[in-house]
Each structure stands twice: as C-alpha cells, then as structure tokens.
C-alpha cells in the first residue's frame, strides 16, 4: 500500500483545518490551497469528500469555509483513508488459499503486515500530526540590542 497523492493533499488539508481548530474559525478553500500548496480545483473536491465523510462541516457566506466536524483528537489518519480512499482500502483483498504451504505462510505475514499499519494509522490523530508539526518547526530566535 503506498500514499497517494489524493490521500496525501486530503491530510494536509485537514492538517491546516486542525491548527486552526482552536481559533473556530473557518478557513477557506484558498486559504488552505495557499498555505498547503493544493490545487485549488483538486481541493475543492476534496474538501467535498471530506464532507460527505462527516470529517469536516462547511459553512456559506462571507465569513464561510471548513472547519473540522469533531475535535482534532478524535479524527485519525485511518478516518482519513477510510474516507477518501473508501473502505475498500480497509479490508484489501485476500487472495484465493494459496495451493502451497510456502504461498499461505506469505499471505498471513501480509496481513499482519497490513493490521500493523491500519493499527499504527489509527493511533495518529490530527491534533498528533499538529504536535509533529509544532516539533519540526524551527525555534525563532529574538535577538535584543
């Protein structure tokens, strides 16, 4: 399983959503395009699954945009994949039993491999992704004469 580009810009867009999550204000979809580098038209569909989702609430209007539907906390990357790649990409196909001990052997150490990934997408929540975030930034430095 790799990160698509689709998973990818839908996390960073609710990675802009979680830093201002606090501030109740919402943001809108330029505001993030600019911020994450997101194509404008590509976010804005985005924006649309996350929505149909019930990871994120629009609001119209002049003071209108996104916020996120539930606190940063309680969203995880696994809500994320589940939503903008479907649940398919949850529950991967198992292949027919294999016809040789050596096949199935493989197949079971797959699937754990794939229960250890969701298990550790899970356990990542956006308010985490924020705290990275706040931990990769550099410290800015006053100076004083």
Partial sequence: MELSSKLEYALLALLELASSYESGEPLQIQQIADAQKIPKRYLEQLLATLRRGGLIKSTRGVKGGYVLAREPRQITVLDALSCIEGQE????????????????????VWQDGLQALFKVLQDYSLADLCELRRQQEPIQLMYYI
């Avoid at 949850?90 to 039993?97: E, H, Q, R, S, V």
């Fill in 89 to 108: 990409a949850l529950l991967p196909g198992i292949n027919a039993i294999s016809e040789t001990v050596d096949g199935n052997i493989i197949q079971n």
